[in-house]
């Protein structure tokens, strides 16, 4: 059996910066376990920049931010476990894993950080009807098949879902040559940050057609049309608006899925809203001494977030291996309907928390408030696109009843539509 002090599982940007900040803490026992022959996780296909602003100062590509990190790591005293992948973690804290060059081996470990980032919604998790012809495509998919591959997955688009890939993917294949017909958007807004919107999709000319959706698929060998159909407020189809719009290729942006099989086999508490686990504000999950960070504990906007967060999980392992914390009290945070998840989902009341609340719709003049604790802010526009961070200095626990064992999170203001781009 392998023995360590902290075991990092996902070799992408949270686990390279936890791995980092570990072995700059001094901590020497560190094992970086990936499952790909390289490290950086999906950065390597994101040629497009925009990375970097938060973090460095400066936009860089994909590639350039994860080798500026990559190289830092080579230099400290972490072993690197490439070409493996866990299979499982038990209540103990032990990793089975299997490798290229290793076979399988377990690995006992002290803490645990899960940095395993994110899946994408296939055709299957939103039940599209039609024929099953090629040419379906996840946009994380395409994008590998062009920056990687060399490969256009098409030449006449149609892209369903408006998250950040969707609309990278976009101007991508703009530039290509391919023609985009659109990107449609079942709601009301779209789910990509405000910049991509204006950069790849105003900036060439790409329509973006909200409530909307592909409501059936066409084609025997190779997909040949899609009808596409408006959806009133309730998403019930209006069937007069059905359209069959021809196309070789349907690129699906529909949402992420934190990576939590593992957080599974280990009997982690999830979040149902999130995808990631239920985790205090030291990231620690409901496991001791298991923590969580990046795209497997909730799904970023920036990959300068996930950074961080990777460092934060990495100081709070470090302490937890030196039992600089024990938390006995702790304050569940409950949200209203306008928030679709609040991390952490609890928290003990005695440090200063930075909060991230990821709301379910647009909303202008509003008002976050924890009226138990006597903390408001207020925010013009906050969008579903855009994760808001809340910083709550522990002074505002202070006079808290934490006998009551709950702080309401409220989000108000008013709900508002974006303008649709045809």
Do not use: W
Request: include cysteine; proline fraction near 4%.
């Amino acid at each position: 059996m392998l023995d360590y002090d902290v075991a990092i599982i996902g070799g992408g940007p949270g686990g390279i910066a936890a791995a980092i900040r570990l072995a700059e803490m001094g901590l020497k026992k560190i094992v970086l376990i990936e499952r790909d022959n390289f490290l950086g996780g999906i950065l390597p296909q994101c040629i497009h920049c925009g990375f970097g602003i938060k973090e460095l100062g400066e936009q860089l590509t994909g590639p350039e931010y994860a080798q500026i990190f990559i190289d830092k790591l080579f230099n400290l005293d972490v072993e690197l476990m490439l070409n493996t992948m866990a299979l499982a973690i038990d209540k103990n804290k032990s990793i089975n894993v299997i490798g290229k060059n290793n076979g399988i081996k377990e690995i006992k470990s002290k803490s645990i950080i899960l940095a395993l980032g994110c899946r994408e919604r296939t055709r299957g998790a939103i039940n599209i009807p039609g024929s099953r012809p090629s040419g379906i495509f996840t946009a994380g998919l395409a994008q590998r098949l062009v920056n990687i591959e060399g490969y256009l997955p098409g030449e006449n688009i149609i892209i369903l879902g408006s998250g950040d890939i969707g609309l990278i993917m976009a101007r991508r294949l703009r530039l290509e040559g391919c023609n985009v017909k659109g990107v449609f958007e079942i709601m009301p807004f779209s789910s990509g940050l405000k910049r991509n919107i204006i950069q790849c999709l105003f900036d060439y000319d790409i329509p973006l057609y909200l409530n909307h959706t592909v409501t059936d698929i066409y084609g025997n060998e190779r997909i040949e049309a899609v009808d596409i159909s408006e959806v009133d407020e309730d998403f019930n189809i209006i069937k007069k608006s059905r359209k069959r719009i021809p196309c070789d290729s349907l690129i699906l942006s529909v949402g992420l899925i934190p990576e939590n099989e593992l957080a599974k086999s280990a009997g982690i508490r999830l979040d149902e809203n999130s995808g990631g686990p239920y985790v205090n504000e030291f990231f620690e999950t409901s496991v001791s001494g298991i923590f969580s960070c990046g795209n497997s504990l909730y799904v970023n906007d920036l990959v300068d977030n996930v950074t961080q967060d990777g460092y934060l999980a990495a100081e709070n392992a470090f302490k937890y291996l030196k039992d600089r914390y024990k938390i006995k009290t702790e304050i569940n945070i409950n949200t209203n309907e306008n928030i679709n998840y609040v991390i952490p989902q609890k928290v003990s009341g005695k440090f200063d928390v930075g909060f991230r609340v990821r709301v379910k719709r647009p909303i202008k003049d509003a008002v976050v408030e924890m009226p138990e604790i006597k903390f408001e802010r207020k925010l013009k526009f906050i969008t579903p696109g855009e994760m808001v961070f809340l910083n709550v200095a522990s002074k505002y626990f202070s006079n808290f009843d934490k006998t009551k064992n709950i702080i309401n999170l409220n989000i108000k203001g008013t709900y508002y539509k974006e303008n649709q781009i045809e």
